[in-house]
């Protein structure tokens, strides 16, 4: 009866397993149908932005992980001073502190002053590693709340905000070429359904079992990869590669006009131009200083002139007949 009772309790346990491993498997093989929508033009990109938003989250794991291994080890030394039990242990230091992020915050298990009064709790090490539950330390519960509120500042508003951050910039990226990402996703797709086999599991056995002959008993060699293998030659292939220079031509004029209209290109090219006006404006400064030191001079000698033109005409040496010549005004 013994032995049957304990048969009974291993099939219930691997019904158990067998359930978990279903379970896990549908959800796996449901998520899948998200790679049918590659084929939409709208949301194929999109399925390009989840599996890059996947990698930003790998990498800001890292940041999390350690603030949280930082907090939950302090947090578990000032509350606890022994405690033998690793699951525990490791709840308190990862699970607990990761359900702070999303406002999971239980006052009464943090603050040793909001304590329930008759919770049966012990400092005996004796009894706290027969089962029983360890009492919370309050020697240093203000600090134990100081902490808390510096964790969920960092994590709720500087780590969550990085994210976002990132989050932003893949998707923008992303976009910016959604069509070119949603025609190599189409071409994947179609690849693929041509070189998969046709029958669905679990009658892809029938299939595979087919291949097995074909290519190792029968000696078949396959066709489906030159479907998809263009070969050209002469004017179709002379044809191909004057579109390819055009587009490459096209492509590189692309470039730079992007080049061009860039802020830090406007602010170089306005650079210059305002250092060509500032030397433009030195030299006409520099020549105006210059007439006015020719119109000075020219005055000097005019006056001078007239000077010794009057001079001469009341000393009498020298007698003509003829006038002195007037000054005869400018025409412009």
């Not at 084929?39 to 603030?67: N, S, Y």
């Not at 009341?314 to 007037?326: F, V």
Request: proline content about 4%.
């Amino acid at each position: 009866w013994q032995h049957h009772f304990i048969s009974e309790n291993e099939a219930l346990h691997r019904g158990h397993f067998g359930r978990a491993v279903l379970a896990v498997d549908y959800m796996v093989f449901t998520l899948r149908l998200i790679h049918i929508f590659a084929i939409h033009k709208q949301l194929g990109p999109k399925i390009i932005i989840v599996e890059k938003m996947m990698k930003d989250i790998f990498f800001f794991l890292f940041f999390l992980a350690v603030w949280l291994l930082a907090y939950g080890v302090a947090n578990q030394a000032l509350l606890y001073s022994y405690d033998p039990r690793p699951g525990w242990i490791f709840r308190r230091v990862f699970y607990r502190p990761y359900l702070h992020i999303f406002g999971q915050i239980p006052i009464h298990e943090m603050d040793a002053d909001k304590l329930e009064e008759g919770r049966e709790c012990t400092n005996n090490a004796t009894l706290v590693e027969a089962g029983a539950e360890p009492c919370m330390s309050t020697d240093h519960n203000w600090l134990v709340v100081i902490l808390l509120v510096i964790f969920l500042l960092v994590t709720n508003i500087l780590l969550v905000n990085l994210l976002i951050a990132m989050f932003s910039h893949t998707f923008s990226k992303v976009q910016e070429h959604s069509d070119t990402y949603w025609k190599f996703q189409r071409y994947n797709l179609i690849v693929e359904y041509h070189s998969r086999p046709c029958l669905a599991p679990p009658f892809i056995l029938i299939s595979h079992l087919h291949l097995i002959i074909k290519r190792h008993i029968r000696k078949i060699p396959s066709t489906k990869i030159k479907h998809f293998v263009l070969e050209i030659h002469g004017r179709e292939a002379s044809r191909l590669n004057t579109w390819e220079a055009i587009q490459k031509e096209n492509i590189l004029f692309a470039q730079n006009k992007r080049e061009r209209e860039k802020d830090s290109e406007r602010l170089k090219r306005t650079s210059v131009k305002v250092d060509s006006v500032l030397k433009q404006m030195a030299e006409i400064r520099d020549h105006d200083r210059r007439l006015r030191m020719l119109e000075t001079e020219l005055e000097y000698c005019t006056s001078a002139l007239s000077w010794m033109t009057e001079a001469l005409s009341q000393s009498n040496l020298i007698k003509t007949t003829r006038p002195p010549p007037a000054l005869r005004a400018l025409i412009i």
